[in-house]
């Protein structure tokens, strides 16, 4: 069973730990993207961090809340993968760092909540939560289903992600992305 988070208030929020195919991580901290907008709500200091390669955002959206972008993988466009038909993605060299940095700016202690989401909320966020952890934040959450959420079935949209996640839950989001918080390859 996942760990739940009491908020300041009576509520409590906590998804349930993620099928076996979904990467866990060491905290076993769950929320969906509707619990995770609950906490931002009631819990003034949490930080959400948004680890999507930036060409994914710019077609898919971005939540208008996310304070930080930092991608775990970037598209590599020098490398075509005859595998997947398409460009190859590679593992953002500098990720450590530059979430570090934006973290520090953002004055983040140990404890103070951190959301952390990508796609479909598995390959990416759980590994950038356990990162986190090993940095010594104990606070780190995964947003399980995502910012796109999950696969409707097969037949009735193609595999397309249009259920639950951030988008498809009705919170804040846009195709704008903001300056300050876009993420520089150089920063």
Not at 18 to 24: C, E, I, R, S, V
Not at 90 to 102: G, H, M, T, W
């Amino acid at each position: 069973m996942a760990l739940v988070c009491a908020l300041a208030s009576p509520s409590v929020i906590g998804a349930e730990k993620p099928a076996k195919a979904t990467a866990q991580t060491k905290l076993d901290l769950y929320l969906t993207a509707t619990e995770a907008w609950q906490m931002m709500q009631e819990q003034q200091d949490a930080i959400l961090v948004d680890v999507r390669d930036p060409v994914e955002i710019k077609f898919t959206g971005f939540a208008t809340p996310t304070q930080i972008h930092v991608p775990w993988m970037v598209a590599d466009s020098n490398g075509w993968s005859a595998k997947r038909s398409s460009w190859a993605m590679v593992k953002n060299p500098d990720f450590e760092a530059q979430l570090s940095n934006r973290l520090a700016a953002l004055k983040a202690k140990p404890g103070t909540p951190i959301i952390v989401m990508c796609r479909s909320g598995s390959t990416r966020s759980a590994p950038a939560v356990n990162l986190l952890a090993d940095q010594g934040y104990t606070n780190v959450w995964t947003v399980v289903d995502g910012f796109e959420g999950g696969k409707l079935k097969q037949g009735d949209s193609k595999g397309v992600r249009a259920q639950n996640g951030w988008r498809n839950s009705g919170l804040p989001w846009s195709y704008k992305i903001d300056q300050a918080v876009a993420w520089q390859p150089n920063s």
